[in-house]
């Protein structure tokens, strides 16, 4: 098979995979869960291990524990990211005041 061929095989599969990620973000909480269940059902495949194993069953708690970990650091940068800003606004209200009094 020539990489042509490959390519032209491969074009629906990605055409499909931009739409699905694209529209990622209008998902209601149980469709984004089902998605993320079968996202983690390939994963947990593509390392061998097979549905109904312990190896799957380990191996689908390690991926949702993945997940919630990426939620936490991504709140943790939020939080941060708003504190930041919060200071640089004391900050400039202060360096306002300065200037107003000299």
């Known amino acids: 098979m020539t990489a042509a061929t490959r390519a032209r095989r491969l074009l629906p599969l990605g055409g ?3 739409v ?4 990622a973000g ?3 909480d149980g469709e984004q869960r089902r998605a993320d269940l079968y996202q983690d ?6 390392f061998g291990a097979r549905p109904g194993s312990h190896a799957h069953t380990q ?7 993945r997940r919630d970990n990426e939620q ?7 939080r941060i990211s708003s504190e930041t ?3 640089n606004l004391e900050m400039l209200e ?4 300065r200037r107003r009094e000299d």
């Open 16 to 18: 499909v995979l931009l």
């Open 20 to 23: 699905a990620l694209a529209s």
């Open 26 to 28: 209008c998902l209601s």
């Open 41 to 46: 059902a390939g994963t947990c495949a593509d």
């Open 59 to 65: 191996c689908m708690l390690r991926q949702q524990e």
């Open 72 to 78: 936490i650091l991504a709140l943790e940068r939020a």
């Open 85 to 87: 800003a919060r200071n």
């Open 94 to 97: 202060t360096i306002r005041a």
